[in-house]
């Protein structure tokens, strides 16, 4: 099951116990993808006596995506939630959005409108132009470990720019995998997991 949420719009501990109440399971793993859910899926887990409740701590949709094709069948439910939660921590995560008020942090002066690329939850890139900051971003989370890059795009973004973004970071990074999928995802203009 998937609950909807979203900045500012952060799901409950009854909306998430809710939720695993109506998997037709005895163990169920809850990624709450987001560092401001982590709690109330810890409360929800409380709530649920009749279920046995994993929450892997997931901070982002890519490292909740990394855990969940952990998943063997075959495996107890405990050693899986460890193998999940080791997966996720090889993940960083890239995302690219807009800033909607001017502000500063630090050194960085931020207008309303500016590109904001972010690693993990911290600004990395401030930018006017979205594939350039995209790319400067990503230059900050690639190393020479990294194997697979996996770009999902936003609903603000056309096909073919995401295609020309693609095809430039695989001419950058030859010796990584390059997946480009479409997120849909409001408000980012792409997520990115570098693994």
């Known amino acids: 099951r998937v609950i909807e949420g979203g900045q500012t719009m952060n799901p409950s501990a009854s909306d998430i116990a809710t939720a695993v109440q109506k998997i037709n399971a005895e163990?169920?793993?809850v990624f709450p993808n987001n560092k401001n859910i982590i709690l109330a899926a810890e409360q929800a887990?409380?709530?649920c006596e009749d279920k046995k409740i994993f929450v892997v701590p997931s901070t982002s949709v890519p490292q909740?995506?990394?855990a969940m094709l952990c998943y063997e069948a075959d495996i107890d439910a405990k050693t899986l939630a460890e193998n999940m939660q080791e997966a996720m921590q090889a993940v960083?995560?890239?995302s690219v959005t807009f800033a909607v008020r001017e502000t500063?942090?630090?050194e960085q002066q931020i207008q309303k409108g500016d590109i904001l690329g972010m690693l993990e939850d911290d600004i990395a890139v401030v930018g006017k132009d979205i594939a350039q900051t995209t790319k400067d971003t990503l230059a900050k989370a690639v190393t020479e470990d990294s194997e697979i890059i996996t770009i999902y795009y936003g609903a603000e973004v056309s096909e073919e720019d995401a295609s020309a973004l693609s095809e430039e970071?695989?001419?950058t990074y030859p010796d990584c995998e390059i997946d480009l999928q479409v997120g849909g995802q409001p408000l980012y203009y792409y997520i990115i997991s570098v693994e």
């Open 27 to 29: 163990h169920v793993f």
């Open 45 to 47: 887990a409380e709530l």
């Open 64 to 66: 909740g995506i990394s």
């Open 92 to 94: 960083q995560t890239v």
């Open 104 to 106: 500063t942090i630090g």
């Open 169 to 171: 970071i695989e001419a």
